[in-house]
């Protein structure tokens, strides 16, 4: 089974919905982010969490909001969805930093195709 | 101005060339450097991270120029299993901030 997994994998919907990403790990990380990737724009980090009790936004988080329901899942959700909203979104999971690391190496979901019509 | 540039590519290579893709990057500051390796409409994965001394893994050097910003990717004897889009990537905080770059896709023909 994958280390982390990510529903649905693609979703098609309409201006002003709702919708929900869910992301899942196995690996025991305790960090979790959410990314966007666009053509021609690279991965964006749209939120990241510590802990549960730890989230912050990253550089694109306007209409965006999260939920770190445990150690092991981490929501995405577009409030009200729209079309430039459209994009790959990948959940990503590592492990925390140490003394000496300034650095662990990230492990992506397979990532999940959003259409905003 | 981009925080990390890439050419997009695509680069066209037959079986066995040797092909380089370069990178730079804006923040002085950052203090990892990595490749990722991105098949079509799949998920980033670590190819090799890059020091300043420079490192090899098999067909794969990466090298980095603190001074210019600059990093490079070198890939000898391509195999048509290389073909995907190539990432550079730093890190450039202290939460494990990744900044991406738009990648340089790699095609790889018989």
């Known amino acids: 089974d994958a280390d982390v997994t990510q529903t649905p994998r693609n979703r098609i919907t309409k201006t002003g919905k709702r919708i929900m990403l869910e992301c899942s790990q196995t690996k025991g990380h305790d960090r979790m982010y959410w990314y966007r990737q666009d053509p021609g724009l690279g991965l964006r980090l749209i939120y990241y969490?510590?802990?549960?009790?730890?989230?912050n936004k990253g550089e694109i988080s306007d209409g965006y909001s999260v939920s770190r329901q445990a150690q092991a899942k981490f929501s995405l959700s577009l409030e009200s969805a729209i079309p430039n909203q459209t994009a790959l979104y990948f959940c990503?999971?590592?492990?925390?930093?140490?003394?000496?690391?300034?650095?662990?190496?990230?492990?992506f979901g397979p990532g999940t195709r959003l259409t905003v019509l | 101005r981009k925080e990390v540039e890439q050419d997009p590519g695509p680069f066209n290579v037959p079986e066995g060339a040797t092909v380089a893709f370069n990178c730079t990057y804006s923040n002085s500051a950052s203090q990892s450097f990595f490749w990722y390796r991105q098949d079509c409409r799949k998920e980033p994965k670590l190819l090799m991270s890059v020091y300043s001394s420079g490192n090899e893994d098999g067909r794969f050097t990466a090298q980095l120029n603190r001074a210019s910003q600059y990093i490079s990717l070198l890939i000898r004897d391509s195999k048509l299993s290389d073909s995907a889009t190539y990432l550079c990537v730093v890190n450039g905080g202290g939460y494990n901030k990744l900044i991406f770059g738009a990648g340089t896709r790699l095609a790889v023909h018989p």
């Open positions: 990503a999971t590592s492990d925390a930093l140490s003394e000496v690391t300034s650095y662990n190496e990230q492990f």
């Open positions: 969490s510590f802990d549960v009790k730890d989230i």
